[in-house]
């Protein structure tokens, strides 16, 4: 079979690769607890893993995180590489990469993953530049081309976000990339599942890594648009930064926080942080208002599957409302403070504090809600 699929390859005028074979999945930890996008990358491996009839491997790299290898199995791994020294309590790109460099020379996994952090960018780089072979940067849609090419075919936004990019690697191997936060959906988290837990050594001591690090500087207070569960975004259809404002509190009363369509952060109107789209945020929140959004693809890309959009436009034939479960065509200088006020008054009702701690936006935050 394997002599049939090479000869398969040698048509396509593909270099044998036969000997690699699985999805690697790279699990990012900080202080003993995973990334989501980790356990979203497992959720897309495995439908890869399907489609090419292989394993679904994941590796684990820290100190006392082989908690973190047996959450790896629940969420789809059928394999789970675990490697625990006091070296990696804390990421450092050499002895993290030295571990991921020798473990794809012994597993030869034929597609290898990252989340697109700091940390993932970080680190897929450092291996890709030694393996050598190719690297796809943020991708948000991942699929592969069934035997016998295997070829990973990873998307992402290309020429100022008017066009998709399907980037390919053909002559070497692993084929990586690094995808997006919030794009993928993470396999519902089965605790019978079970899978086997290879313990794999590392390969630098502490006195050879040049790096030390003594202390994280936490910022506090950053947006988190990704790991949001309420989102309230505003686009040009708001007219200018004031109205920013009337959003913020919308999300205070819900416990959300605001986001921004690419015009409203080109226009200067809030930051960056906020914006929301191909090349700003992709979230997945449970509930996302959509207010003076257009509804152009690059914008949608980034929300659209959101468990339940609402959309404010005064334009009923706006696109954005082919996306939204609820529309409402209007003012919305009037529809959204009708909105907040309507849930303040439910959450007094019943007894929950609108503010609080747990229910509303931190200070910090709602300043940076606020327009610029």
């Given at each position: 079979?394997?002599?049939?699929?090479?000869?398969?390859?040698?048509?396509?005028?593909?270099?044998?690769?036969?000997?690699?074979?699985?999805?690697?999945?790279?699990?990012?930890?900080r202080d003993g607890a995973a990334k989501k996008v980790s356990w979203q990358l497992l959720?897309e491996g495995k439908k890869l893993a399907a489609k090419l009839e292989a394993p679904l491997?994941?590796?684990?790299?820290?100190?006392?995180?082989?908690?973190?290898?047996?959450?790896?199995?629940?969420?789809?791994?059928?394999?789970?590489?675990?490697?625990?020294?006091?070296?990696?309590?804390?990421?450092?790109?050499?002895?993290?990469?030295?571990?991921?460099?020798?473990?794809?020379?012994?597993?030869?996994?034929?597609?290898?993953?990252?989340?697109?952090?700091?940390?993932?960018?970080?680190?897929?780089?450092?291996?890709?530049?030694?393996?050598?072979?190719?690297?796809?940067?943020?991708?948000?849609?991942?699929?592969?081309?069934?035997?016998?090419?295997?070829?990973?075919?990873?998307?992402?936004?290309?020429?100022?976000?008017?066009?998709?990019?399907?980037?390919?690697?053909?002559?070497?191997?692993?084929?990586?990339?690094?995808?997006?936060?919030?794009?993928?959906?993470?396999?519902?988290?089965?605790?019978?599942?079970?899978?086997?837990?290879?313990?794999?050594?590392?390969?630098?001591?502490?006195?050879?890594?040049?790096?030390?690090?003594?202390?994280?500087?936490?910022?506090?207070?950053?947006?988190?648009?990704?790991?949001?569960?309420?989102?309230?975004?505003?686009?040009?259809?708001?007219?200018?930064?004031?109205?920013?404002?009337?959003?913020?509190?919308?999300?205070?009363?819900?416990?959300?926080?605001?986001?921004?369509?690419?015009?409203?952060?080109?226009?200067?109107?809030?930051?960056?942080?906020?914006?929301?789209?191909?090349?700003?945020?992709?979230?997945?929140?449970?509930?996302?208002?959509?207010?003076?959004?257009?509804?152009?693809?690059?914008?949608?890309?980034?929300?659209?599957?959101?468990?339940?959009?609402?959309?404010?436009?005064?334009?009923?034939?706006?696109?954005?409302?082919?996306?939204?479960?609820?529309?409402?065509?209007?003012?919305?200088?009037?529809?959204?403070?009708?909105?907040?006020?309507?849930?303040?008054?439910?959450?007094?009702?019943?007894?929950?504090?609108?503010?609080?701690?747990?229910?509303?936006?931190?200070?910090?935050?709602?300043?940076?809600?606020?327009?610029?």
């Open positions: 079979m394997a002599n049939e699929q090479s000869q398969e390859q040698a048509d396509t005028g593909m270099p044998d690769w036969s000997a690699y074979r699985g999805v690697l999945i790279v699990v990012e930890q959720g491997m994941a590796l684990v790299l820290g100190d006392d995180v082989a908690h973190l290898a047996e959450e790896a199995v629940h969420y789809g791994a059928d394999r789970v590489f675990l490697c625990e020294a006091p070296e990696l309590r804390t990421y450092r790109t050499r002895p993290y990469s030295r571990v991921c460099l020798k473990l794809i020379e012994e597993a030869k996994p034929e597609i290898v993953l990252f989340g697109a952090t700091a940390t993932g960018r970080d680190l897929a780089g450092a291996i890709a530049t030694h393996l050598p072979t190719g690297l796809t940067a943020d991708t948000t849609q991942l699929d592969v081309e069934p035997p016998p090419s295997r070829l990973l075919l990873a998307s992402r936004p290309a020429f100022s976000e008017k066009m998709m990019a399907t980037i390919l690697c053909k002559q070497y191997r692993p084929q990586m990339a690094t995808a997006r936060a919030g794009v993928f959906q993470a396999l519902p988290k089965d605790a019978a599942r079970e899978g086997e837990i290879v313990r794999i050594e590392a390969t630098m001591r502490e006195e050879e890594i040049a790096a030390q690090v003594l202390d994280f500087l936490r910022e506090t207070g950053k947006l988190n648009l990704e790991e949001s569960e309420i989102i309230v975004a505003g686009g040009r259809g708001l007219g200018g930064p004031d109205a920013f404002g009337l959003l913020a509190d919308l999300a205070d009363a819900l416990g959300g926080v605001v986001g921004a369509s690419r015009a409203a952060v080109d226009a200067g109107w809030i930051g960056h942080e906020h914006q929301v789209g191909q090349t700003g945020a992709t979230v997945r929140p449970k509930l996302y208002f959509a207010i003076g959004i257009s509804g152009a693809v690059q914008h949608t890309v980034g929300m659209s599957h959101a468990d339940v959009v609402v959309a404010i436009n005064k334009d009923e034939k706006a696109p954005i409302f082919q996306f939204a479960h609820y529309g409402i065509v209007g003012d919305l200088f009037k529809i959204v403070p009708a909105i907040a006020e309507e849930i303040r008054q439910r959450r007094t009702l019943f007894g929950i504090k609108v503010g609080s701690a747990e229910n509303s936006l931190s200070a910090d935050a709602l300043e940076r809600s606020e327009a610029k």
